[in-house]
């Protein structure tokens, strides 16, 4: 008999839980960023081996909602956690335990699911640094089972998922054995476009930007036309991303294309606009129409 399931990922912002997918993976399900709220919706890594199916459902990041759209991100948190089998507790080695993981940890101990542990940036830290935090993560009373890793280098990942696999309840599979990720591909492609958009912007630029793929035409076996939208909500940012000259979107138009290629695996013509909606992270029906839950 198989094991299949579904392990949350949960953690504050930007402890590296897109990382980790990605590396548990084995390639790339998630964007990854060194900004908060990189993660907008809840995205499925999925692990197939012939004894068990892994489903990492990395959540976004947890947070107090400040308008709709991270609203929605909380209770997008709040319904995979109450569906998963296990949760999976991110930590930052690097930055220590801090309150928001408190509370993290709090409404873990809350619910039924079972709860693993895994302190990140390991690779950051001197080993008294990384005794200290072990230490501090054992006190937060959620979870029996810890384990240092390094999702960017993949250290301790592999006993991680040997533990996780082993709390999967008996099942059959949920996904077919060659599929990676639940992700529509319109959806897939906007976040490759808004990873650029987030690695060449400053301040409250990327908090301000999702991207929305209008159109996907294949022209020829071996190009793809794709036509994208990247919203912002004042006509300064809409400058920002412009820059002088059209500078900044070419730049970010060029290592998009390159992305989407690689993802596609033919060449593609990116046609990248920009336009203002003002307070669309509270514009209820533009969230239903990208798929924000």
């Known amino acids: 008999m198989t094991r299949s399931g579904f392990v949350a990922l949960t953690g504050r912002p930007n402890v590296g839980k897109s990382t980790l997918t990605n590396a548990i993976v084995g390639e790339r399900v998630a ?32 947070q107090r909602p400040r308008d709709a759209l991270t609203s929605r991100m909380q209770k997008r948190v709040e319904s995979e956690l109450s569906g998963a089998d296990a949760a999976l507790l991110l930590l930052n080695a690097e930055q220590g335990i801090g309150p928001g993981d408190r509370f993290i940890a709090t409404l873990l101990s809350r619910t039924s699911v079972p709860v693993v542990i895994a302190v990140n940036k390991i690779d950051r830290c001197n080993r008294a640094q990384v005794a200290e935090i072990l230490q501090e993560a054992s006190e937060l009373e959620v979870g029996d089972d810890i384990f240092p890793i390094s999702a960017r280098r993949g250290h301790g990942v592999v006993p991680l998922v040997t533990h996780l696999s082993e709390m999967l309840p008996e099942s059959p599979f949920f996904f077919p ?47 793809i036309a794709v036509r994208a939208v990247m919203w912002v909500e004042a006509d300064s940012q809409k400058g920002i991303l412009i820059g002088a000259g059209g500078r900044k979107i070419k730049e970010i138009g060029i290592a998009a294309r390159r992305e989407l290629e690689r993802e596609l695996g033919c060449g593609v013509h990116l046609d990248l606009q ?20």
């Open 31 to 62: 964007i990854v960023s060194d900004k908060p709220q990189t993660t907008r919706r809840a995205i499925r890594g999925v692990v197939t081996t012939p004894a068990y199916q892994l489903v990492l459902v990395d959540l976004p990041g947890v």
């Open 177 to 223: 054995t060659d599929e990676r990720s639940d992700q529509a591909e319109d959806v897939m492609l906007a976040e490759l476009v808004r990873e650029q958009v987030l690695r060449r912007t400053r301040q409250e630029v990327p908090h301000a930007v999702e991207v929305e793929i209008e159109e996907i035409i294949e022209r020829r076996r071996d190009l």
């Open 274 to 293: 920009v336009r203002v909606r003002r307070a669309w992270r509270s514009d209820e029906r533009l969230l239903d129409r990208l798929g924000i839950e």
